[in-house]
């Protein structure tokens, strides 16, 4: 398998514009996690889903943040209009179940550059 | 709410000790407890998990124990290795009835050779 597969890798982009990161997790496994990860703050779930379904989103810093898994082999985080202290690199990551003994199986993460 | 705490200042060590690494947890004691490695410009990678009921665990040169009356787990390296050289994080679960699992700052391992 080739991991938890995040897209793009680097986003650059202007103060208002809309951003939509995009994730393919693990084929067979049923839970996915957002995380944003600042030097300031760490890593911050911001919401994650079961069944494609979303379970807490309380994490999602504001109404411009929405994310969405419309089936078992993607999900979507989009932000608009977009600010720079929404600059950060979020991670996608999926696991088996929710407890699962094997952890979360993180992405390599998109850079948002938000000038 | 849940917090965790790890040692913010990195750990030096020499090449062929054993490293440890703290975390603690306030409030509750959460139903599982992971470790991740996470190496720059890269996501975590997960390590070993230990549930509530487990006091240690163990996985080639890892070790992790579950201290849930001192609220701690503590994780060792042993044989240290510079390859071994990353950020480790602690993360555990809410306890809020769901899976909302918060991660520590991470402590930054430096093994010298």
């Known amino acids: 398998d080739a991991g938890v597969i995040q897209s793009p890798r680097h986003e650059v982009t202007e103060m208002g514009q809309e951003v939509t990161l995009r994730c393919k997790p693990i084929s067979g496994h049923n839970s996915l996690f957002w995380y944003r990860q600042t030097m300031m703050r760490g890593l911050e779930l911001l919401i994650y889903?079961?069944?494609?379904?979303?379970?807490?989103d309380s994490g999602m810093p504001e109404d411009r943040f929405s994310a969405k898994m419309p089936n078992a082999s993607f999900s979507t985080l989009k932000i608009q209009p977009s600010e720079p202290r929404d600059s950060a690199v979020y991670f996608c990551?999926?696991?088996?179940?929710?407890?699962?003994?094997?952890?979360?199986?993180f992405g390599s993460g998109t850079r948002l550059t938000v000038v | 709410s849940q917090k965790i705490e790890q040692n913010s200042e990195a750990l030096n060590i020499q090449e062929g000790k054993t490293a440890t690494l703290t975390c603690n947890y306030t409030?509750?004691?959460?139903?599982?407890l992971q470790w991740y490695r996470q190496d720059p410009g890269r996501g975590p990678v997960f390590l070993l998990l230990i549930r509530e009921n487990e006091k240690e665990k163990r996985k080639e040169r890892l070790k992790v124990t579950f201290d849930t009356t001192l609220k701690q787990s503590l994780f060792h390296i042993t044989a240290s290795q510079p390859a071994d050289s990353a950020t480790y994080l602690c993360a555990l679960d809410m306890g809020t009835g769901g899976f909302k699992t918060i991660f520590g700052a991470g402590t930054r391992l430096f093994v010298k050779a």
């Open positions: 990551a999926s696991s088996l179940g929710l407890g699962s003994s094997d952890g979360y199986t």
């Open positions: 889903f079961n069944n494609n379904v979303p379970i807490d």
């Open positions: 409030n509750y004691s959460p139903a599982y």
